[in-house]
């Protein structure tokens, strides 16, 4: 358990029904129109500590969840500074059916929806799953003592060790509609392919008792649209102050992470592999302080081949709010030449220019460079070659990167041991060069990068690799 954060309190217990008013913190919750169910521990009332609850009615739409087993989960007080909670055994669980009012936003193939679960979960065997819209596949938002995350259709798990407090948030629909983002305690771990099923809805676990919740669950909310980055982190910000906790970010930089599938991680076997999980470790960060924005098939700019979605857009509502909530961020965009490729050197330089300076007037602490290195198999045409150089040469010029408002460059085209200009070959097999470990460089650009990011001292930077 975290430190207290004195004087914030629990705002006060609600009645479990629709139309009561919520208390003093979660009333900030963000996107209030979009804002439709609040399973919270401390709206229950009627029930004496030691008691079952048989059926958990959402406080914002009377959306009942009855208990789907013998028994109900076991109603407590004295959890997380004193807050009421639901105590799990790995065998309760409660199933609301398919409301419209949360069951269209989450399986809509248009429409996005955002769900964060709120709970502790001791070390345990089982899933833990906290929230689950299917038995076995689709979404299912867990944790126990070995891991945390989403797994279903596509598994998003992360090592997790913690018996404290755990904050797991999925938004569906960004950073483009096909994606799903997922939370941990605060880390945007990263996006995976949006989840959709056609099962219930449950909390606490499934109708499969091997992914039940063995642990305190204290609330589960659900917005019908898909929160952009800042707002999920208010809400994540929100409950840490709701449990008189101190945000994991307190006192230290948080990494930002924003880019491609260079920073997303494709062709990983798992995503605690990618990039930003991996400078994460190297530089000893929990969740809470670093972030995953990545996408597949991003460009920087507004424009790029075959791309259907660019980071200058996403910026503005995802990133560069985030100073003024986060304190001093620290921050990384990463592209791949594949996706400007069809641009030419000169619109990429302008479109690198203009993103790292916005992100800097901003209010971004620090920007770490590095160029770019490898295109792709097939696409690495000695035209693509002769761009990509052009791009590098002008990042060797310390007078553009001071122009732009580059604070350290890594210069990772000239550097073999991370990944060498025109490395990539022809055709597969694939050289170490290129997906050696799914994000197109070789292990030793760790240490490097790592290296990098941690000069300057307050409001380090986090290491950027433009592959």
């Known amino acids: 358990m975290r430190g207290l954060r004195l004087g914030l309190g629990l705002g006060g217990a609600m009645a479990g029904s629709g139309g009561a008013s919520p208390p003093t913190g979660l009333g900030n919750m963000p996107a209030q129109a979009n804002y439709k169910a609040r399973w919270w521990t401390p709206d229950i009332t009627g029930l004496s500590p030691g008691s079952r609850l048989n059926t958990w009615t959402d406080a914002l739409s009377a959306v009942a969840a009855p208990k789907a087993t013998t028994n109900g989960a076991v109603y407590q007080s004295g959890g997380i500074n004193g807050a009421p909670y639901l105590l799990f055994d790995g065998t309760e669980y409660y199933d609301m059916g398919q409301p419209a009012s949360l069951f269209g936003p989450i399986n809509s193939a248009t429409q996005g929806a955002s769900v964060l679960v709120v709970g502790e979960a001791p070390a345990a065997t089982t ?4 929230f689950s819209a299917s038995s076995t596949t689709g979404l299912n938002m867990f944790a126990n003592g070995s891991a945390a995350g989403v797994f279903g259709v596509a598994t998003f798990r992360y090592p997790y060790t913690s018996n404290g407090l755990v904050v797991i948030g ?18 945007c771990v990263g996006s995976v392919g949006r989840i959709r099923s056609n099962q219930n809805l449950t909390l606490g676990g499934a109708s499969n008792s091997l992914i039940n919740l063995k642990g305190r669950m204290y609330g589960c909310f659900v917005w019908d649209k898909a929160l952009d980055n800042f707002e999920m982190m208010q809400a994540i910000k929100c409950i840490y102050e709701e449990l008189n906790q101190t945000v994991p970010w307190a006192g230290t930089p948080y990494r930002i992470g924003h880019g491609d599938s260079i920073t997303n991680g494709s062709g990983v076997t798992t995503q605690n592999q990618a990039w930003p999980a991996q400078m994460a470790a190297t ?8 972030s995953n924005l990545g996408m597949v098939g991003a460009s920087m700019g507004h424009s790029g081949s075959g791309t259907t979605f660019n980071l200058v857009d996403q910026a503005p509502r995802d990133i560069d709010p985030l100073p003024h909530l986060l304190g001093t961020p620290v921050y990384v965009g990463t592209f791949e030449w594949y996706n400007e490729r069809n641009n030419g050197a000169t619109t990429a330089i302008a479109d690198a220019v203009a993103y790292v300076s916005a992100r800097k007037a901003a209010g971004i602490a620090r920007v770490v460079l590095g160029t770019s290195t490898d295109c792709t198999d ?22 553009n990167r001071m122009a732009a ?3 350290q460059y890594v210069p990772l085209h000239l550097d073999a041991n991370i990944g060498v200009e025109g490395a990539c070959p022809a055709s597969s097999p694939f050289t170490p060069y290129f997906y050696a470990d799914g994000i197109h460089l070789l292990p030793p650009a760790y240490a490097i990068l790592g290296a990098a990011s941690l000069s300057g001292g307050v409001g380090q930077g986090f290491g950027a690799a433009m592959a």
């Open 127 to 130: 899933a833990g799953s906290f």
């Open 170 to 187: 999925m938004v569906a629909g960004l950073p483009e509609i096909n994606s799903q983002r997922v939370y941990i305690n605060g880390s």
């Open 283 to 290: 530089l000893g960060l929990g969740f809470g302080q670093w």
């Open 378 to 399: 097939g696409a690495d045409t000695s035209t693509n070659r002769t761009e990509r150089k052009a791009y590098n040469d002008y990042w060797d010029m310390a007078a």
């Open 405 to 407: 408002g580059v604070d």
